[in-house]
């Protein structure tokens, strides 16, 4: 009997043990994911836009880690989709019926800016994925000339509805679209200018 009661306290030491392991186990894989979270949250102080920079990065997190470079190619990802799709979203606004002519030539211009947006921020990540080359200033400063280019081209997009002739539901709709683009750009840039 004692036998059997002196492996019963072995078993409960062992599962306590197990137990103690495993939470700190569980511990130890849930510190970087907080760090990573931290460490997005203070590099968005540095955005234009804070808020909207910590909500589109912080699912990035695992990816991230603590590395600015990686940030960075989340922040510009983000703003890439987002100008892909608000080209979509003004293309689709090209095609109704019952534009006038300057209305149509407004969204025409801006479709092009929109889609030198997009090809001006991959030139951006790409030049972000060369930072580790010898030429890393002369890339640097070709990540920030890309990003500025694609915020010019979107304020030229937006530029293009300021007029009091364009229909205030058609502009509402083209604004709300490149708005965000706008706000993602500019923390991208911000974050970019940052890593030195």
Same mark, same amino acid.
């Given at each position: 009997m004692e036998v059997f009661a002196s492996n019963k306290l072995s078993i409960k030491q062992i599962f306590s043990? %197990?137990?103690?392991?495993?939470?700190?186990?569980? *511990?130890q894989s849930a510190s970087p994911l907080k760090a990573s979270k931290t460490f997005i949250?203070?590099?968005?102080?540095n955005a234009t836009y804070p808020p909207l920079c910590v909500k589109?990065?912080? =699912?990035?997190? =695992?990816?991230?880690?603590?590395? =600015?470079?990686? %940030?960075?190619?989340?922040?510009?990802t983000?703003?890439?989709?987002? *100008?892909?799709?608000?080209s979509a979203a003004v293309s689709k606004i090209a095609k109704q019926n019952g534009l006038a002519r300057y209305e149509a030539k407004a969204i025409k211009d801006c479709i092009e800016d929109m889609k030198d947006t997009v090809y001006e921020l991959k030139l951006t990540l790409n030049?972000?994925?060369h930072l580790n080359d010898p030429d890393k200033e002369l890339q640097?400063?070709?990540?920030?000339?890309? *990003?500025?280019?694609?915020?010019t081209d979107i304020d030229s997009c937006m530029d293009g509805f300021s007029g009091g002739k364009v229909n205030p539901i058609v502009k509402k709709k083209i604004r709300s679209s490149i708005t965000g683009v706008q706000k993602l750009t500019s923390n991208a840039l911000s974050l970019i200018n940052h890593l030195h």
């Open positions: 043990v %197990l137990t103690i392991l495993l939470f700190i186990s569980l *511990a949250t203070k590099s968005c102080t589109t990065l912080i =699912p990035y997190a =695992p990816k991230v880690g603590t590395k =600015p470079l990686k %940030l960075c190619n989340a922040a510009l983000e703003a890439i989709l987002a *100008a892909s799709n608000a030049a972000i994925g640097w400063d070709n990540a920030k000339t890309w *990003a500025s280019a694609a915020i």
